[in-house]
């Protein structure tokens, strides 16, 4: 597992976001449809120029908010963008963190359970409680050798 360490400050994203539950994996169910229907209805494209931070791509945010209401998370889908936020989107800082940044070739939900059975026990880092990113370059999602990135934040 190809991974880095990486310092930033915080920074805003501009997006939609809708809440799941965790509970029999329906957030697994709704997040994919989530996508298909920022891709359906233009969302993603308007992201995707809006994008003009560091990060280029798309941007899955993960908050978990099961310390509040159990089973629960809000995600997002989101670009990192600076300036004032557009009409019928929404913006959320992201707090300033230190990151384990994962490669991640192909699907993604391999690799987020390895980096919570697998990762996190051998290491000496814990998770830092804000939100996880997934992180969507230009290119095809759905390509078995497709590169991105989980961004976890950590302490």
């Not at 070739?105 to 290491?123: D, L, V």
């Not at 804000?130 to 950590?154: F, H, Q, R």
Request: net charge negative; glycine share 10%; with cysteine.
């Amino acid at each position: 597992m190809n991974y880095k360490i990486v310092e930033r400050e915080g920074f805003k994203v501009v997006g939609v976001k809708r809440e799941f539950s965790c509970e029999n994996g329906e957030n697994l169910i709704g997040i994919p449809k989530m996508w298909g229907d920022v891709h359906a209805d233009g969302t993603n494209d308007l992201l995707v120029k809006l994008n003009n931070g560091k990060i280029n791509g798309m941007l899955g945010v993960c908050v978990d908010k099961r310390g509040e209401q159990p089973e629960l998370m809000d995600y997002w889908i989101a670009a990192e963008y600076v300036g004032d936020t557009p009409e019928g989107l929404l913006q959320f800082d992201i707090p300033a963190s230190k990151w384990g940044v994962f490669e991640v070739h192909g699907a993604m939900q391999k690799a987020w359970k390895q980096i919570f059975s697998e990762w996190f026990p051998s290491s000496h880092y814990k998770h830092a409680g804000t939100p996880d990113l997934e992180v969507y370059p230009a290119g095809d999602p759905w390509s078995p050798d497709y590169y991105s990135e989980i961004w976890i934040p950590l302490k």
